[in-house]
Structure formats: C-alpha cells, structure tokens
C-alpha cells in the first residue's frame, strides 16, 4: 500500500534483496510550510507533521509485512524525520545554532548557522 509494496515485489523479483527507502521529513517544519500555514510565526505545523508521522508508521508496518512475506528481503527504513526535527527545534542540542530563514527568489530558505 504506502510503500507501494508492489514496487517492492517487483523489485524483490528481478532478484532485489537488499532495498532502503527513507521516511518522511517533518513535513509541518520545512520552511514553505511555516510560511504558508504558520500563522506568523516560525514554529513548526503540527497538524502537518502529524500526517508524516502518521504516514511514517504506516511505511514501518508496510515494510514489516514485507519483510515477513519475502523470504531473505533486507528492507530497511532510514527514519529521517526524528533527527531533523530535533535539528530545527532544538538546535541548542547540537552546539550553538541559529536559526534563520530567509528569501532567495521565490524560495525560502532555512539556515542553521553555527555560532
């Protein structure tokens, strides 16, 4: 289903055992969309990383049953979601940062700038 498992089987046919695929970013932090629908401020969304959290369970358990159904397949899912959104909300964690967005044309921009 979300991983479009078939994908995946038509893959493991053609003799694929070994196959990553990355979870969703957080979707509610990326800066469009704190632009867009964050009401004024620079706080991430929630109720968007809500969806790719929601989606991103749904990708484990999807690869999950894969993985029982296909014997010898290695799927691994490399969760990038939890590491970026500690970066942006919690950017003391990592040394000092700022944080800042900016406008380069039409695209916003997010920098962490170490202090």
Excluded at 9 to 27: E, F, H, N, W
Excluded at 28 to 57: H, M, Q, R, W, Y
């Amino acid at each position: 289903m979300l991983l479009k498992s078939n994908y995946v089987q038509d893959l493991y046919k053609l003799g694929a055992r070994k196959i990553g695929v990355t979870s969703l970013p957080p979707l509610g932090c990326l800066p469009a969309t704190v632009t867009i629908f964050g009401s004024d401020s620079n706080e991430c969304v929630p109720k968007l990383n809500k969806v790719a959290v929601s989606f991103n369970n749904k990708l484990n358990s999807t690869s999950q049953s894969l993985v029982n159904k296909l014997s010898g397949l290695n799927l691994l899912v490399f969760d990038i979601y939890q590491p970026l959104y500690d970066l942006v909300t919690k950017p003391a964690d990592f040394g000092k940062y700022k944080i800042i967005y900016y406008w380069l044309g039409s695209a916003q921009i997010l920098l962490l700038i170490k202090k």
